[in-house]
């Protein structure tokens, strides 16, 4: 009886082959595209952040949050910061719950900049904080605004040449410290970006240096661990190490910390 089972043939093995490397090329470059989109999207909202910054700056002599006219923390020291709350010399913001942070987004415009996130309460007695949802990073990121630190012990910050910073912060990045939820250290599991991805938003919109210019490898910490909260510049060690991205990390490590006003000339 014929057997008519037979193999492939070289020929066909090697257009299997051919046919197989096309979908992975294709799939790589499509996932570069949508990178690179999120990361052009990413840079057009910052211009929009900043635009709007600069309008209410003309309009009311000082910037969303600080402003004693519309909020009960502003102190008009020029600082997105803890303001009236009464935090002694610190410039932290270690939550949406007090602080100027709490009416930033909303004193700007909150039906254009602002969209429900409801997983991120003020307090245990508050449903939802509402923030701009970032175009890059892990599923959800969101942006905040803050006086970046460099150090503090407790609620007393060093505030050696503060400057205003936008934050790209994952949706899980904050823990609940009663009576309020407060922003989580970024870590390999409470970060928003991947190091590829921050460096080439670096790279885009500044000097593609990790630790230098207005858009920096940053983070996130909290209240209490180590004492500064907010927006600071000491990078995850799986993001950046000095000067240089560690783009070998395939996963979410990086807080990119943008200064503000930096994308339209007018920094704050």
């Given at each position: ?48 952040f ?6 209410f ?8 949050g ?7 923390y ?30 930033f987004?909303s004193?700007m ?42 150090h ?32 989580a ?6 970060s ?38 907010g ?12 000067a ?5 990390t ?16 007018s920094?704050?």
């Open positions: 009886m014929k057997n008519n089972q037979h193999g492939f043939t070289l020929v066909e093995l090697s257009i299997v082959l051919v046919i197989i490397g096309l979908l992975i090329g294709g799939i790589l470059v499509g996932q570069s595209m949508i990178s690179s989109a999120g990361i052009n999207a990413t840079i057009a909202q910052v211009q929009q900043d635009s709007a910054v600069m309008s700056k003309e309009k009311y002599n000082g910037i969303p600080d402003s004693s006219r519309f909020s009960t502003g102190n008009g020291d020029g600082l997105i910061a803890c303001g009236n709350y009464g935090c002694g010399s610190g410039v932290y913001v270690a939550s949406f719950w007090v602080g100027e942070l709490t009416t987004w004193d415009d909150r039906g254009k900049f602002t969209a429900g996130l409801t997983n991120i309460p003020f307090s245990s007695t508050d449903s939802a904080t509402y923030v701009p949802k970032a175009k890059m990073g892990r599923r959800g990121s969101v942006f905040i605004a803050g006086a970046k630190v460099i503090a012990t407790h609620y007393n910050a060093d505030r050696t040449a503060p400057k205003n910073y936008y934050a790209i912060m994952a949706q899980n990045q904050y823990e609940y410290v009663a009576p309020f939820y407060a922003f250290t970024t870590s390999a599991t409470k928003a970006v991947k190091p590829a991805d921050a460096l080439a938003l670096d790279k885009k919109a500044d000097d593609g240096i990790a630790n230098t210019g207005d858009i920096l490898s940053g983070a996130i910490s909290d209240y209490s661990t180590p004492d500064i909260g927006i600071t510049e000491t990078a995850a060690t799986g993001c950046s190490a000095s240089s991205y560690t783009i070998t395939d996963s979410e490590q990086c807080t990119p910390i943008i200064r503000m006003g930096s994308q339209t000339g920094v704050q």
